[in-house]
């Protein structure tokens, strides 16, 4: 391994703890020249699910392609690069037990979405803009009106 600082190829790990299940290993590791500390994660590859495009195009699932749209939806956010990794590892948990070779980049960005409301609704509003392609403002402000009314809220703002 690599250290992402100096680029040397030794280091020990500090410290291995099991995540999700056992499905996956997280390491804290040292490098021997630099000493600084990273983390690194080890997870067994799962099948090759496809995923199918709006366009019809079919890609292989990225888990990484996962991890930056969430990263972007959080960002400047209070949420923890741990807590996307946790969604990322449920919603992949999720998408590999479905027991079918291909899934809808639809279905998976509504999962998104889902967790997303559970967790933060800043986040959650950036992403289901980006995801639904929000045509004008209206579109927009008619999403941010169903989460407050789903949650009881109300900002004293009422339809005309």
Same mark, same amino acid.
């Given at each position: ?16 703890? %099991? !995540? ?13 020249? /630099? ?8 997870? +067994? ?10 366009? $019809? ?17 959080? %960002?400047?956010?209070?949420?923890? +690069? ?5 969604? +990322? ?18 279905? !998976? ?27 004008? +403002? ?9 989460? /407050?009314?789903?949650? $009881? %809220? ?7």
């Amino acid at each position: 391994m690599k250290c992402p600082y100096c680029g040397f190829n030794e280091d020990r790990v500090v410290d291995s703890r %099991e !995540i999700k299940n056992g499905s996956s290993v997280r390491r804290r590791r040292e490098c021997k020249k /630099c000493k600084k500390r990273f983390t690194t994660y080890e997870r +067994v590859e799962s099948f090759s699910l496809m995923v199918v495009k709006k366009d $019809g195009r079919r890609e292989k699932f990225s888990r990484e392609k996962l991890f930056s749209g969430l990263r972007k939806a959080c %960002e400047k956010r209070p949420i923890s +690069v741990d807590k996307i990794e946790q969604i +990322v590892d449920k919603i992949e948990f999720f998408l590999n037990n479905q027991n079918r070779n291909e899934i809808p980049t639809g279905e !998976i960005g509504e999962i998104v979405i889902e967790e997303l409301k559970k967790l933060d609704k800043v986040a959650y509003i950036r992403f289901a803009s980006v995801y639904r392609e929000f045509k004008d +403002v209206d579109e927009f402000f008619d999403e941010l009106k169903k989460i /407050c009314y789903l949650n $009881g %809220e109300s900002n004293g703002r009422e339809k005309d």
